[in-house]
């Protein structure tokens, strides 16, 4: 599975952006989905996650404001990001596994958040 992620970028704090991870093969259905983000001189996080039947994991710095979605048709899956924080200023990540949790057998490369105040 080959996953490019796009749609990061500068943003004003409170604003909103939406990520998005294009998958290749025709098996993406059967693949868990997730977010990561690594922060300057922080390790990487597993904030949002996505599994069979749409079942959903968000971390608590996150709950409530970022919302994880999937479109099997277009092997694609969202983050979309409202009311952001400097905080979350970070690389986000999406990832894919089978079987593991969280889902990170798979890597896309990295798109880049900034969030100004």
């Not at 990832?95 to 896309?108: I, S």
Request: charged fraction near 15%; include cysteine; glycine fraction near 12%.
């Amino acid at each position: 599975v080959q996953l490019q992620a796009s749609g990061g970028g500068l943003v004003q704090a409170g604003g909103s952006l939406r990520l998005s991870c294009v998958a290749s093969g025709r098996t993406f259905s059967s693949y868990a989905m997730g977010w990561f983000r690594q922060a300057p001189g922080k390790e990487r996080d597993f904030i949002v996650g996505m599994w069979h039947g749409d079942s959903t994991y968000y971390a608590d710095s996150v709950k409530g404001r970022f919302t994880i979605s999937r479109d099997n048709a277009k092997n694609t899956v969202y983050l979309q990001m409202n009311d952001l924080k400097v905080e979350d200023t970070a690389v986000y990540y999406c990832a894919a596994g089978r079987g593991t949790w969280p889902p990170n057998r798979y890597w896309g490369q990295g798109t880049l958040v900034t969030v100004s105040s």
